[in-house]
């Protein structure tokens, strides 16, 4: 399994744009990086999963360049709300198992 | 869609009970469940994999005799904390595989079970 490394923590303000940069440099040919996002007290909840270039949902974006070496998850006008640990993984999906890493946690401040 | 539930939320228990969690897939059937322990302020820790019809399979470290998992059907599997000791107090995650269309399998995670054991 890749290992994946991101900042620890992050301080960001309302209405900033977010981005979290997860290094995995032994990425497999097969793996695919998904983001998680977890609150206090509760699971963790998919935010989004790609496999190159761009993706982009409802809530967040995922960049991958080209060597897929690194991909950023960009959360596009942070709220009080976006307080909470966020994990990169990779993997070559969900029937294999995941490893969390550390995570970095975001703290938004008003 | 693609919602998983735990029961408990949360428990407290003597020490040497037994324990025992469940977690269900409610809207997708699952062949594959993964249980997680996470202690405060860490990261979430795998500590077994769970296949429908046949043994689990748990990570090094992890007793299988005090963590017994059961998966008896595609949307049902259980932990289950045997003579549970208050080092075993933490928060207990689990997640189902979710696999379909041109979309990479991802796993979707139960809300978690609080364990306390006194």
């Known amino acids: 399994l890749a290992k994946t490394t991101q900042p620890i923590s992050m301080d960001s303000y309302e209405g900033q744009e977010v981005n979290i940069t997860c290094s995995h440099n032994n990425i497999a040919t097969n793996d695919y990086i998904t983001w998680y996002q977890q609150f206090p007290s509760q699971g963790p909840r998919f935010i989004i999963q790609?496999?190159?270039t761009k993706v982009t949902n409802e809530v967040a974006s995922l960049f991958i360049p080209a060597d897929r070496k690194s991909s950023t998850l960009s959360l596009p006008r942070v709220s009080l709300s976006d307080t909470a640990v966020y994990y990169c993984?990779?993997?070559?999906?969900?029937?294999?198992?995941?490893?969390f890493g550390a995570g970095t946690r975001l703290a938004v401040h008003p | 869609g693609a919602v998983v539930s735990q029961h408990p939320s949360w428990v407290i228990c003597k020490s040497g009970t037994s324990v025992k969690i469940e977690c269900r897939s409610l809207d997708f059937q699952a062949t594959t469940m993964f249980w997680y322990r996470q202690f405060p302020k860490q990261s979430l820790m795998l500590m077994a994999t769970?296949?429908?019809?046949?043994?689990?399979?748990?990570e090094q470290g992890v007793e299988k005799d005090k963590f017994l998992i059961n998966h008896a059907s595609l949307t049902l599997s259980t932990l289950t904390v045997t003579s549970a000791h208050p080092e075993d107090s933490s928060f207990y995650i689990c997640s189902a595989s979710l696999a379909g269309g041109n979309s990479p399998d991802t796993q979707y995670f139960g809300p978690g079970t609080r364990l306390t054991v006194l």
């Open positions: 769970s296949n429908e019809g046949s043994k689990a399979t748990y």
């Open positions: 993984l990779v993997g070559p999906g969900g029937y294999n198992k995941l490893i």
């Open positions: 790609g496999y190159k």
